[in-house]
Nanobody, 124 residues
């Protein structure tokens, strides 16, 4: 009932920039916290950045000062601006959103959803 679609991944040289987008669609009543995770080969998925509905942000230490998370509530979209990219930023990036839905008169239901992932590759 809710889909998250990510766009913006690709191949970039070290020092370059990319902007990821993630749009939530479906029977949405409210989109609450939104976040970006990443998973590199052989490693666990890790939180990169998060933003609350009131736009409070949180970043992993490894990306502070280089990445910026933002959101457009009217579009149910979260963005990740990635600057000064490093080869160690190479990973599949996943969008996560905590979404409240109301379906067929049932009480509001809140759960989190994941996007399909988008590959970011940074060459040295």
């Amino acid at each position: 009932q809710v889909q998250l679609v990510e766009t913006g991944g690709g191949l970039v040289q070290a020092g370059g920039s990319l902007r990821l987008s993630c749009e939530a669609s479906g029977k949405i009543f409210a989109v609450n916290d939104m976040s970006w995770y990443r998973q590199a080969p052989g490693k666990q998925r890790e939180l990169v950045a998060a933003i609350t509905i009131l736009t409070t942000t949180n970043y992993a230490d490894s990306v502070k000062g280089r990445f910026t998370i933002s959101r457009d509530n009217a579009k149910n979209t979260v963005y990740l601006q990635m600057n000064r990219l490093k080869p160690e930023d190479t990973a599949v990036y996943y969008c996560n959103a905590d979404v409240t839905t109301i379906v067929d008169g049932n009480p509001p239901f809140t759960t989190d959803y994941w996007g399909q992932g988008t590959q970011v590759t940074v060459s040295s």
